[in-house]
């Protein structure tokens, strides 16, 4: 597990690049006093370290006391962002906050007029780049100026304030319900993974139509016309559909109503396994910043999620071109300055580039090489401990023990596989379940029978307990607790009968699941056909990449 420091000022120093650090220094030895050289060397002291440990801090610092420490930690961490401030003059938000910030100044001078006319400005770079927050912040203070202060406006200011507060504030009432309704969804993946049974999927149905048809009534005002209010409650689809109320209207609204919407239907197409759905709304999630390029530097995090989900998408279709494509795109993305000046983007970067580039080997059965990529991931996992979340942490270490087991070395994939096995975390309870069989699985190729029986029913009684046994689960427990004693002739035959029964079954919605995690079709035809796993899914890939280009 990563080790991560819990001291803020440290993580900060750590997070900057050369640039920063360089024009910090700039930044505080313009007006230097004796406090600002004692934090430039308490600066210099904690970048230097590899962790953090107060101790040792006081030693290279001698000229804080350790009295002095808490304090002068205030001052630096306030200095440092004040100079990341300066760097960062191309990000909106920050140029928006900033113009803001002159028209109330001038206002608090008296000076309304030209306090009006920056906030003339302000409103029409918000609405280019869609911050209706900001629009609410600029109007409350443009409706204070004309309330409090005779300004001689044109006519019917008044009443065109009026209008656009209330109408940027039901904006913002849609774009809520739908932002809400995206981060449920995926924090219940987060949680379960994929939905297991009826029940799951019914249940995640039930809640996602509720809320788009919440959504629906909101916008019902914006939508249609003659329309004055909300729609009652108990409004149904139907009556909602003969009203023209549609999702495709919603994602007409605006940019963030259509990021919101396309985020919704991807997570719900997602949690079901229904794939293609998952990849027509992901593509419509990269598509929305093709057609607003202005909107990849605002919202810069949920491009790279898009084309992370865009290329998942195509990893469970296998469409190999289309993923190639995709991937070269991400690639040039992440060495482009928006990306590259954000520690926050480049370390996002590195979590789905990396992944999709395991899923690469993964699809063309190219396991040994792609153990080539393992040295660089452990090294940023520990460089970027304090940045990446348990859950992406867990992911890596069941790929890495996933390209482990497809190269043969089961070992070091079991190595893996007990760092999320006994990492003891309350999330993607799937995955822990899929670790385990995994886990099994490479037992029994060790040939380490003397405890499969053990483990066989260990990890049958936590899946069970997880309410995540499947059809697919339930045979390969069968099989292995059947047959890992018998002799090779009499396995081999046991191999084709379940090879036989999973491919019954491989198509159906809840039997997915555990191809997604497990190629156990490959696992079990490497078996039949005396091949290697990774020679059997390399010749899956030849054949499908053939038939696709005659196509």
């Known amino acids: 597990m990563p080790n991560r420091s819990s001291d803020d000022l440290f993580n900060l120093i750590h997070s900057l690049h ?11 030895t313009r007006n230097s006093s004796n406090e600002d050289l004692k934090i430039v060397q308490l600066f ?23 009295q002095q420490l808490s304090n002068s930690k205030a001052h630096l961490y306030k200095q440092l962002l004040a100079s990341l401030r300066l760097l960062n003059d191309d990000n909106i938000d920050i ?29 029409e770079t918000a609405r280019a780049y869609n911050q209706d927050s900001f629009l609410i912040q600029i109007i409350s203070l443009e409706k204070k100026i004309e309330v409090l202060h005779i300004t001689r406006s044109v006519s019917g200011r008044a009443e065109q304030l009026t209008q656009e507060a209330q109408e940027i504030n039901e904006k913002r009432r849609i774009i809520t319900h739908l932002s809400n309704l995206a981060l449920q969804l995926y924090s219940w993946y987060i949680q379960n993974g994929h939905a297991r049974n009826e029940q799951d999927e019914t249940d995640v149905k039930a809640f996602f139509r509720n809320s788009i048809n919440r959504a629906l009534r909101v916008a019902a005002k914006h939508l249609v016309p003659g329309v004055e209010s909300t729609l009652p409650e108990g ?27 396309y985020q919704s239907y991807s997570w719900f197409a997602f949690i079901r396994q229904d794939f293609l759905q998952y990849y027509r709304y992901t593509q419509k999630w990269v598509d929305l910043f093709g057609r607003q390029p202005q909107m990849i530097q605002v919202e810069t995090g949920h491009y790279i999620k898009g084309l992370h989900n865009l290329l998942n998408a195509h990893f469970d279709l296998r469409n190999f071109r289309e993923f190639q494509q995709t991937l070269d795109r991400f690639e040039a993305f992440a060495a482009s300055d928006t990306v590259q000046k954000s520690h926050n983007n480049r370390v996002q970067t590195f979590i789905y580039l990396t992944t999709a580039r395991i899923n690469q080997h993964f699809m063309e059965g190219t396991f040994r090489e792609g153990l080539a990529l393992v040295p660089h991931v452990e090294e940023k996992l520990q460089e970027y401990a304090g940045y990446i979340d348990r859950h992406r942490v867990l992911v890596f270490y069941y790929k890495i023990a996933s390209l482990y087991f497809g190269s043969g070395d089961y070992e070091r994939s079991i190595d893996y596989l007990h760092k999320i096995i006994h990492w003891k975390v309350d999330l993607r309870n799937d995955l822990q379940c899929y670790a385990r069989l995994l886990h099994l699985m490479s037992h ?66 809840f039997e997915t699941r555990a191809f997604a995690y497990l190629d156990i079709i490959s696992w079990l035809e490497s078996k039949v056909h005396q091949q290697s796993m990774a020679e059997v899914i390399r010749d899956k890939f030849r054949a499908n990449k053939r038939a696709r280009s005659v196509n």
């Open 444 to 509: 029994y190729e060790l040939g380490n029978y003397e405890l499969m029986e053990h483990l066989v029913r260990s990890v049958y009684r936590y899946m069970a307990k997880m309410e995540n046994l499947t059809v697919i689960e339930e045979q390969m427990f069968a099989f292995l607790r059947q047959h890992f004693h018998h002799s090779p002739r009499k396995v081999h035959t046991a191999f084709r009968t379940l090879l036989t029964s999973m491919k019954a079954v491989e198509k159906s919605r």
């Open 44 to 66: 210099d002291a904690l970048d230097k370290m590899k962790d953090y440990d107060e101790g040792i801090l006081l030693k290279k610092v001698p000229s804080i006391k350790k």
């Open 18 to 28: 050369k640039a920063e650090k360089r024009n910090f220094k700039l930044y505080i």
């Open 95 to 123: 140029q928006l906050h900033e113009q803001l910030d002159y028209a109330r100044i001038l206002y608090n001078k008296g000076l309304y007029l030209q306090s009006l006319r920056i906030l003339g400005k302000l409103k």
């Open 235 to 261: 409004t149904t689809a139907a009556e909602l559909a003969r009203f023209g109320l549609s999702a495709e209207a919603l994602a007409k609204m605006g940019f963030y109503e259509s990021l919101y919407l």
